[in-house]
């Protein structure tokens, strides 16, 4: 949405890649020809700044030397930034805006070699108008160098100075989530690279500038320490650039480290290791990223423990803070299921036998409440109660349901089959469903609680399947559950009272016919 804000941060940010871009070249090329030229007594320079040397042809190539060393660029940075300006002044940033803020420093640091180069051509042709015994390989060489250094020095400056104020001022407009590595066809610069634009900014500029001082200054003392002059230019420039190759190793490595074991954590990989070399900052990071990790591990630990205590969706249910005591009147289709008999298949075998029995009983029921969206609300002794609807809402819960009874049945005569096969006893049960509103959210004590359904509707359920036994019936269900089905299955199998009602409620049933319902 465009507003007076975004108005002023289009403006703001034209004028800012300009004036530094623009201003950064001006003031190096008149600085140049102002203090430089004299101190250097280069020949070519001398030439072509000498106005008694500029007329017809050569002047012309002069004005048209300025005029394009700064006006392509300035074209150049125009239409590489105008999205951006769009950008800013709408307020909706599209990818290409986004790709071309992340690429904007470097992009405009770049745009500065095609003035150089105009600019060197056409000093070359003016040169040739105006002297040609001048125009040989020492000289132009010297001349090629020149703008090579002063190019890099102004890429550095240009670089710097726009990822800076970009990064503080501009970027959190454009990437208000923080996440800038989903941009493609940005240009990355590493910190190596980096290190290595500092380098040649405030180490080769300068002694360059220094070397072709003093042999522009040609002394007797320099003339018979020449090759050592030379040499210690070397000297130093081979010196600071090993200097700055180290230094930008000892950061890029751990930071590579540490981008890899972040990347690993991203992906629940929390065995991560970083060798710690330094007690700066990077030191203390990735001591800080190893503890992170452990304390990830744990917690997933926890979680992942705490949702084999409770249902997974009851875990993050209060992973979400809900863990204030109440809760909320929510339209849900339950589910009750329990072994018939168990207590006779409890004495004919031994505690451990009865542990494990239910252990591969209860799997079976969990499996299909869970591939149809529900919830097991509770284990009571050799029952469930399962839930739908709640915490997590889903569609057409009575069908969800109702599938689930019909799949643990399936399950059922599937795990008999195993278990005859084992010599344990054959288990059966009776699953009653019903639809209803019910009170769902966190029940107990402030110290202590638990997610669970409350309500009448929940008795009902409780009710309807300790009738399975006198209807003969493996599944019930009561009508409210039935007229809500999309895709209605089941009879009629009569009303039944219920207890702690006045009126008997209508029932439905699935009889089984050859093990398929």
């Not at 001591?287 to 084999?308: C, H, P, V, W, Y």
């Not at 204030?324 to 329990?338: A, N, P």
């Not at 009865?354 to 002794?381: A, C, D, P, W």
């Not at 969800?400 to 005859?420: G, Q, V």
Request: proline content about 3%.
């Amino acid at each position: 949405m465009m507003t007076e804000n975004t108005k002023k941060l289009s403006l703001y940010f034209g004028a800012t890649t300009f004036v530094i871009n623009f201003g950064a070249n001006i003031t190096l090329s008149i600085l140049g020809n102002l203090f430089l030229t004299p101190l250097l007594n280069d020949p070519i320079s001398t030439l072509l700044d000498g106005a008694r040397f500029l007329s017809g042809k050569s002047l012309f190539l002069f004005y048209l030397s300025w005029i394009l060393s700064f006006g392509v660029p300035s074209v150049l940075s125009f239409y590489h930034e105008f999205p951006i300006l769009k950008a800013f002044w709408t307020g909706e940033f599209s990818e290409l805006a986004k790709r071309r803020l992340l690429n904007t420093s470097v992009v405009q640091a770049l745009i500065g070699v095609t003035g150089y180069t105009i600019g060197f051509f056409i000093s070359v042709l003016q040169l040739h108008l105006m002297a040609e015994d001048l125009l040989n390989f020492t000289n132009l060489f010297s001349q090629l160098l020149s703008s090579m250094i002063a190019f890099l020095f102004s890429f550095g400056f240009i670089y710097y100075t726009l990822e800076y104020i970009i990064q503080k001022y501009f970027l959190h407009y454009a990437f208000p989530d923080n996440v800038l590595s989903r941009v493609d066809g940005v240009i990355q610069i590493s910190i190596r690279m980096r290190f290595m634009i500092f380098y040649q900014s405030v180490s080769i500029f300068p002694l360059f500038i220094f070397y072709k001082i003093l042999l522009g200054n040609m002394t007797p003392a320099i003339e018979s320490n020449k090759n050592s002059l030379f040499s210690l230019f070397l000297f130093l420039i081979v010196t600071g650039f090993l200097i700055s190759l180290f230094i930008s190793v000892s950061y890029q490595n751990p930071l590579k480290k540490m981008s890899e074991a972040t990347e690993r954590i991203r992906f629940t990989d929390y065995e991560v290791e970083i060798p710690v070399r330094s007690v700066d900052e990077l030191g203390t990071l990735s001591e800080n990223i190893i503890l992170m990790a452990q304390s990830l591990k744990e917690k997933e630990f926890i979680k992942d423990t705490f949702g084999r205590i409770v249902d997974p969706s009851v875990r993050d249910y209060f992973l979400k803070g809900n863990r204030s005591l109440g809760g909320e009147l929510e339209e849900v289709s339950i589910l009750f299921c329990d072994i018939r008999s168990f207590t006779t298949l409890s004495e004919n075998l031994p505690p451990q036998k009865i542990v494990e029995l239910l252990n591969r009983y209860f799997t079976r029921l969990q499996i299909s409440v869970n591939r149809n969206h529900g919830m097991i609300n509770k284990y009571i002794g050799d029952a469930i109660l399962a839930v739908f609807n709640a915490p997590v809402k889903i569609d057409n819960h009575s069908d969800h349901a109702l599938n689930t009874a019909i799949e643990i049945r399936r399950e059922l005569k599937s795990l008999n089959l195993e278990l005859k096969n084992e010599g344990f006893p054959e288990i059966q049960n009776g699953i009653g469903l019903h639809r209803g509103q019910v009170v769902a959210g966190a029940i107990g004590s402030s110290d202590r609680m638990e997610y669970t359904i409350i309500g009448d509707n929940v008795n009902i359920a409780s009710r309807i399947e300790g009738l399975c036994k006198e209807f003969k019936l493996p599944i019930l269900f009561s009508e409210e559950l039935y007229r809500s089905l999309e895709n209605p299955i089941g009879e009629p199998v009569g009303k039944s009272p219920i207890r702690g009602r006045k009126q008997a409620i209508s029932l439905y049933g699935i009889r089984e016919i050859d093990g398929i319902y």
